[in-house]
T-cell receptor
Framework: DTEVTQTPKHLVMGMTNKKSLKCEQH?????MYWYKQKAKKPPELMFV???????INESVPSRFSPECPNSSLLNLHLHALQPEDSALYLC????????????????FGPGTRLTVL | AQKVTQAQTEISVVEKEDVTLDCVYE???????LFWYKQPPSGELVFLIR????DEQNEISGRYSWNFQKSTSSFNFTITASQVVDSAVYFC????????????????WGLGTSLAVNP
């Protein structure tokens, strides 16, 4: 089963709302990622979790708060977002992350299209 | 610095034509990995291929083929007998040692090529 699932598929929220994006994988992968993608642009890395620990935070504003409850789940908590945060948010997973060993390909979920009003 | 260039922003072809998507990369590392991903209109990024810098053999998978040439720092992707379902944005990406993340490797993405296959 090479599938990464994400919920919800679409989300509209106001600037004062609190919401969460969810991601799940059952491939036994130990690395999980959050990306942000604007229209007609490549994905931008936000966070990397490796063995449930935050490994990379790409200077993301604190209104985005990631959480990795276990090796299969990844959440992104949203609070006080701005209209410019509207984008497609993609979750991905790979076998592992880090080190000088071979780099594993990432498998992506279908994404959550977020609109901030 | 690392860089991936996909010079073709948009390509439009008629079904059954062959089409080649170009990818040129820059890196100072001797060990690196190259990837191609497909993003159809639905939004999900689909992994197509990974190639490491020590393996210059070309790869063929059905109608898809990849030509890796270290001498020209290129990793081009050809679709033979294109179909409407091939319409998507295709991204080429590079992974090498990123000094910003210690020994970790991050993906450096090209800007993508939007391919439209018309009936």
């Amino acid at each position: 089963d090479t599938e990464v699932t994400q919920t919800p598929k679409h989300l509209v929220m106001g600037m004062t709302n609190k919401k969460s994006l969810k991601c799940e994988q059952h491939m036994g992968h130990r690395a999980m990622y959050w990306y942000k993608q604007k229209a007609k642009k490549p994905p931008e890395l936000m966070f990397v979790y490796s063995y449930e620990k935050l490994s990379i935070n790409e200077s993301v504003p604190s209104r985005f708060s990631p959480e990795c409850p276990n090796s299969s789940l990844l959440n992104l908590h949203l609070h006080a977002l701005q209209p410019e945060d509207s984008a497609l948010y993609l979750c991905a997973s790979s076998q592992s992350w880090g080190g000088l060993a071979s780099y594993n390909e990432q498998f992506f979920g279908p994404g959550t299209r977020l609109t901030v009003l | 610095a690392q860089k991936v260039t996909q010079a073709q922003t948009e390509i439009s072809v008629v079904e059954k034509e062959d089409v080649t998507l170009d990818c040129v990369y820059e890196t100072r590392d001797t060990t690196y990995y190259l990837f191609w991903y497909k993003q159809p209109p639905s939004g999900e990024l689909v992994f197509l291929i990974r190639r490491n810098s020590f393996d210059e053999q070309n790869e063929i998978s059905g109608r898809y083929s990849w030509n890796f040439q270290k001498s020209t720092s290129s990793f081009n992707f050809t679709i033979t007998a294109s179909q409407v379902v091939d319409s998507a944005v295709y991204f080429c990406a590079l992974s090498d040692l990123s000094t910003n993340a210690g020994n970790n490797r991050k993906l450096i993405w090209g800007l993508g090529t939007s391919l439209a296959v018309n009936p």
